[in-house]
């Protein structure tokens, strides 16, 4: 089950987002759409980094019961709008690259220490769901 918040005036693709969620996982992931501010503050207080960003995953680490929660997923709408304008594609095209490489984080990747296996896995939902370059990839270009 996917639960959104949108706080933002971006119309969302839930349905979109709940088919990437259902593909992933059968657990339930909170994802919550906020602007620059909202995540910086969120960044700050968990990460230590007084900087907004793109996309935060807070999992919670109970692999032990099925039905508790995989975790939270926080998106900046900023980054949505600046980026899909930017590289020529839909904001909800944006919206899902970000969302997949949170939930990735959430089942465990991490692509600053694994040996390509999350970039492996996104680029493979990318390719599935016809959306531009990851979030992976790009940063590796730039």
Do not use: W
């Given at each position: 089950?996917?639960n ?31 602007y ?17 960003t ?14 508790i ?17 930017a ?10 690259l ?14 600053e220490?694994?040996?390509g ?11 599935k ?14």
């Open positions: 089950m996917l959104i918040e949108n706080f933002t005036t971006l119309e969302v693709n839930k349905e979109h987002l709940k088919t990437i969620a259902n593909l992933l996982t059968t657990r339930e992931i909170d994802l919550t759409i906020c620059n501010h909202t995540i910086q503050r969120y960044n700050r207080e968990y990460r230590g980094r007084d900087t907004p793109d996309v935060l995953s807070f999992p919670l680490n109970s692999d032990l019961i099925e039905h929660p995989l975790g939270s997923i926080v998106i900046s709408a900023d980054y949505i709008i600046v980026n899909s304008k590289l020529g594609h839909s904001f909800n095209d944006e919206l899902s970000l969302f997949i490489h949170g939930i990735l984080h959430l089942l465990g990747y991490d692509h220490r694994d040996s296996e999350m970039r492996a896995k996104e680029e493979a939902l990318i390719q769901f016809n959306l531009p370059k990851s979030l992976i990839v790009r940063t590796e270009e730039s």
